[in-house]
């Protein structure tokens, strides 16, 4: 068996590394998986940088990223393409009536397709996949045999915390895939990423400062509560800061204001006000919790700011 191997991959590490926040080893091994001409599924929670890190990578090379997303409705047609039915009608199943679908065009240009929720698509979408990841070609009535690039990759991601809708791969599926388990990031990346995202600087006793750590730290703390199936990723940690800083403009507080704390301060409430906003309704409860969103988050926003309030120091 040959390997395919994609240009620079060493020289790309650094350039592709330096879009990341964190993510090195992940980085690493995605980038050995695909130079190796491998398929890979990504298993992990959303928001884990999954997207950002095969975006970068693609980039980097100049080849597109096409996006799936896996549910009941993606039929073998949808993937593969189908041909236009009127100009069936007026003309034939010539190849120029052929709309080329996701697969066919990622094979013809050598690109990534990205298949989010590979484990909703139906098994007989999956199961076209199969001659694609195999032989690198796919066979199309009426159009003829599609060849596909050098650098044309099946790049799939699953939740492991939502089996809701979901099928089992089968063992032909997983026989041809790589696999790479991608968690949840550490605190300092976390905050790292939000800095990014936000333009707010992680540190200090102001209240943009303050935001990066108390965003990070609560949004966190969702992923452990008891009464929590899944927890917020760090995009609502992101957007828990950009609703603060605007939240606390309304309010009369400023990025530059020096942050004190309390149960009645006006920046502890603010927090509290832009987590029921950015983080309700990310966080999926267990379907035996007696509660609600709100409590749950009150709770973790009394935690880091009443009964701990040395963890919720500036800085």
């Known amino acids: ?34 130079a190796a001409g491998r398929d890979i599924v990504l298993e992990g929670p959303p928001g884990t940088s999954k997207t950002t890190m095969l ?12 996006f799936v997303e896996g549910n009941a409705d993606l ?14 009608l007026k003309e034939d199943y010539s190849e120029d009536n052929f709309v080329p679908g996701p697969l066919s065009e990622a094979m013809r240009q050598g690109g990534f397709l990205y298949i989010e929720e590979f484990n909703r698509a139906p098994d007989d979408t999956l199961n076209t ?3 694609a990841m195999a032989d690198r070609r796919l066979s199309i009535p009426r159009v003829g045999t599609i060849e596909a ?43 790292g990423i939000v800095a990014l995202r936000t333009g707010l600087s992680p540190g200090g006793s102001s209240l943009g400062a303050s935001l990066v750590a108390d965003a990070v730290a609560v949004t966190r703390a969702t992923r452990e509560h008891p009464d929590v ?6 995009r609502g940690a992101i957007d828990l800061a950009l609703v603060a800083v605007q939240l606390g403009t309304l309010r009369g507080l400023s990025v530059a204001d020096v942050v004190t704390r309390g149960s009645s301060d006006p920046y502890a409430l603010l927090v509290l006000d832009a987590m029921f906003v950015a983080l309700s309704g990310r966080i999926h409860l267990d379907e035996a919790a007696d509660t609600t969103p709100e409590r749950v988050l009150t709770e973790i926003w009394e935690d880091r700011f009443i009964l701990q309030p040395s963890a919720a120091q500036p800085g």
């Open 1 to 34: 068996m040959t390997t395919t191997t994609a240009p620079d991959v060493v020289a790309a590490r650094g350039r592709v590394g330096a879009r990341l926040v964190g993510r090195e080893r992940e980085l690493d091994l995605v980038l050995a998986a695909v």
């Open 55 to 66: 975006t970068a990578i693609t980039r980097e090379w100049g080849i597109p990223l096409l």
């Open 75 to 88: 039929t073998p047609a949808k993937l593969v393409g189908h041909h236009n039915p009127a100009r069936v």
């Open 129 to 131: 996949l199969l001659t």
């Open 149 to 191: 690039l050098a650098t044309f990759r099946i790049i799939a991601s699953m939740n492991p915390y939502d089996n809701v809708g979901t099928t089992r791969l089968s063992s032909s599926v997983h026989d041809r895939l790589c696999r790479l388990a991608v968690d949840y990031q550490d605190a300092v990346a976390e905050e």
């Open 229 to 234: 199936r899944q927890g917020s990723s760090v």
